[in-house]
């Protein structure tokens, strides 16, 4: 993964031009190819490296992530199911546009899109690209939050 | 109903989904970087370009890295590519050459001293975002409970 905190902020600005409201949901999409570090660490002591990396490879693909969204959307939402669910979807998608990005290359899980319909790898070759993309991204939102709590101080004060 | 239908759906998914991680048990690809006959590949770089190669190896030849650089061939295009090894750095030897295994098909290419392409010192920079990413995470969750009372994506079940 390029970084916990650049699949975030590529969520957070999604969300913010798209003007969900509900942006937690999309940063959970985000999120959620990345719960296969949970289930790496539970197969690691009993499986070894190599085991465990092979078993955590379809949560983190386009179909696994979102077929566990479904599950985590049917867990959440009463009347509002498919909402979520697309919503979790469009973190999703910004998760592999990032990952697909990636360099150097850190595990073919990250490239597997078509999974389980082929073992073939997709990608772009960005270079550092990501690192620059989170480094610039996390100047925005913090000039943007802190514009905003400004804001929010002045309004308090008059 | 239509509740149940929607949680036989989910669970269903969940089930698919611990299938297909006990099938890739077998099925993957085994995503580790493979040692090449080092010397071999040094003196013939030419021919590992624009290839897919097949070379033996195992894991635990990583820890017999002293430093240099990694060459492999990138899995998209094809070219020749180095990463800077620091000595005994296990990690940043990871994070180059992971990957480049892909499908057991095109392996990373060859450790050598004299030849240096590029640098990777990511590494730390990449620990630092992870960690300011949870970070970050926790702190929106935490926004989102007090602003609004509690998750209200729980509270509508």
Not at chain 1, 14 to 34: E, T
Not at chain 1, 69 to 74: A, E, I, K, M, P
């Amino acid at each position: 993964m390029p970084s916990i905190l650049a699949h975030i902020f590529l969520g957070l600005i999604v969300a913010h031009v798209l003007r969900i409201k509900k942006k937690s949901l999309v940063l959970l999409g985000c999120m959620l190819p990345d719960a296969k570090i949970f289930l790496f660490a539970l197969a690691l002591p009993a499986l070894g490296p190599t085991q465990a990396n092979a078993l955590i490879i379809p949560i983190h693909t386009p179909a696994g992530s979102l077929m566990l969204s479904l599950f985590v959307s049917s867990l959440f939402a009463k009347n509002n199911f498919l909402r979520y669910f697309k919503l979790m979807k469009l973190g999703i998608i910004t998760h592999f546009i990032l990952d697909a990005a990636m360099f150097p290359f850190n595990g073919i899980e990250h490239y597997l899109l078509l999974y389980p319909f082929t073992w073939q790898i997709f990608g772009i070759e960005t270079g550092n690209l990501t690192h620059y993309f989170t480094l610039a991204s996390f100047t925005a939102l913090a000039l943007f939050y802190g514009h905003k709590e400004l804001k929010r101080r002045q309004n308090i004060r008059t | 109903m239509k509740d149940m239908g929607k949680r036989a759906l989910g669970l269903a998914c969940l089930f698919i989904v611990c299938f297909l991680c006990i099938w890739s048990l077998n099925d993957a690809p085994r995503n580790w970087c493979i040692m090449p006959p080092t010397e071999y590949v040094a003196e013939h770089p030419e021919i590992f370009e624009n290839k897919s190669v097949y070379v033996d190896g195992m894991i635990s030849d990583l820890e017999k890295v002293e430093g240099g650089t990694v060459f492999y061939l990138s899995p998209f295009n094809g070219l020749l590519r180095g990463l800077k090894v620091e000595s005994g750095n296990r990690t940043s030897l990871q994070n180059g050459m992971t990957g480049v295994n892909v499908y057991g098909k095109v392996v990373n290419c060859v450790l050598s001293a004299e030849r240096i392409r590029t640098q990777d010192t990511t590494a730390p920079l990449e620990f630092f975002f992870n960690v300011a990413g949870l970070f970050f995470f926790i702190l929106i969750a935490k926004e989102e409970w007090r602003v609004k009372k509690g998750f209200p994506y729980l509270e509508e079940r």
